[in-house]
């Protein structure tokens, strides 16, 4: 059988297979999968908050936009990314991460930026986060406190989620809340459910992405029940 492996896939199992006139069986074509589907998740990553975020300078409004939510996902977000990079995955595993965490820094930079004036806490959360930030994704902090904080991973992407369905729910409305960008999260945590078992990651991580399939599910579900129809144009109001 003839190797042909790029960035860690083996390809050469399926296409021997095919080329002899066979289907490629389980234990070759499940692998090449997962590892497929896990770099088009790193790809679509590096825009899945674009729309979010074009949303608000669209709008130049954080109208119905949790600001504690975002903070906690993206301190969800570093936590995660240095977790993997500790635990040296391959990064079809995790490369989303870095991305989403690049993205959700400018997205709370925005909605800080139109929710002025900010106050004296606002300004300290950024500074605090920004000197621990370094210090957690180069893994410098005691083995057992990382296990401590990933394991609290969970909590904070669940509480990330929570107040932005309790003020969807009680208003009625997901103001400037992005389909897409949830439509897009909501997808690639199914994806990843599938891929963090077929590579053997840890279950904690596998169990993140549970947790992103029923949140994001419950946000997207809440946009589409909540969103207005728009008027036909040219249509008068009595």
Known sequence: MVELKFLGMDFGCALGSLSNGQFPEKDCLLPLISKLLGYAIVAASTTVKLPQILKILQHKSVRGLSVVAFELELIG?????????????????????????????ILVAIIYYFSQPLGMKTWMKGLLYCAVAPTVLAGQINPVLFEA??????????????????????????????????????????????????????MSVALGSVIGVLMNGTILSQIIIYQKPTPPKGKKKD
């Open 149 to 202: 904080l990933y394991a609290s991973q969970h909590a904070i992407f669940l509480c990330a989620r929570i107040p932005q369905i309790w003020k969807n729910f009680k208003g009625k409305s997901t103001g400037e809340l992005s389909f897409l960008t949830f439509f897009m999260n909501f997808a690639g945590s199914m994806v990843r459910v599938f891929t963090s078992l077929q590579e053997k990651a840890p």
């Open 77 to 105: 977000y570093t936590i995660a990314l240095s977790y993997c990079l500790h635990k040296g995955l391959p990064f079809s595993a995790f490369g989303e991460y870095l991305f989403l965490l690049i993205q959700a820094i």
